[in-house]
């Protein structure tokens, strides 16, 4: 079989999947809610069964390579493997929940990729997609997108990660979607853009620490004291609910204008209200990049990636020439490395 997942971008509601899990416990807290969207790059892979072991091996964007690994498909050896901190953890995290739910053998993987890994455009949770459909495919499990993205996210936690459940929105593919978090349940609303939009993603090329910022903005709830924490629940509830309602009727509209604006709104708003709570978002280089006097001339506005920080920036665009226009021009000043994405007409 030949797949291909792509990585997620969170356009605007970064952090809003895991606060809006809060309300399991406190349903005064404000629900979550964000946009996000497939990237063009993503993990292209041929898969198919295996006798008795997961076998995976990978490319990845600058060319380096990692394998092959050979693990038995047991759920003891893959869940020693998901827990040990090694390269391929995330898919045998996956691998176990299949074994464990399905009793399903191995799987081989060969896995070629142009994502950037560590950027905050879900690579892990693409993986942990990956490995889910190709176990679906190979053993007949007949398994729906939903399911799909419930078995990746329990993998990806498995293997240690404090993901919430946005990223795993990379198994719908291309298009952009609504999702709304409400403590266990989550919504799911695919987008039809009127008019395309056009971005640019642009890797920093520096480093952050995810697990550190969301150890600190998470010490900010459901109830920490002072006005710091207090800031953070206020950016990630009442108030991305507000900007997302905007962001969802210009995105819809193809209004790259608008959106461009709402993300310059969006930064201010995490900057003055999140930022504070953890030191890892000052993140100079993405204020640099959102600064540049080409960003201004040619992009209609932006903001962080992910779970912020030094990873990666994205602007909306003023059209596909200005798009390649910014992106020497960035290259050229501030050594970043840049990436094109259409939000396209119809999703």
Known sequence: MELFVPGRLCLFGEHSDWAGGWRRARPELAPGACLVTGTDQGLRATAERADGVLEIESRLAGGERHGPARIPARADALDAAARSGEFFRYAAGVAAELVERFG????????????PVGKGLSSSAAICVLVARAGSLAWGLGLDVRDEMEIAYTGERRAGSACGRMDQICAWGRRPVWLRFDGDDLGIEPLAPRRSVHLLGVDLRAGKDTRRILADLNACFPDAPGPLAAGVRE???PRNLALLAQARAALEAGDAEGLGALMTEAQAVFDALVAPACPELAAPRLHAVLAHP????LAYGGKGVGSQGDGCAQLVVRGPEERLA??????????????????????
Do not use: H, K, Y
């Open 294 to 297: 080409a960003a201004r001339e």
């Open 326 to 347: 910014l992106a020497a021009r960035l290259e050229r000043d501030l050594g970043v490395a840049c990436w094109p994405l259409t939000l396209r007409e119809g999703g």
């Open 104 to 115: 399903v053998g191995g799987l081989r993987l060969r896995i070629e990729s142009d994502l």
């Open 235 to 237: 950016a990630l509830g």
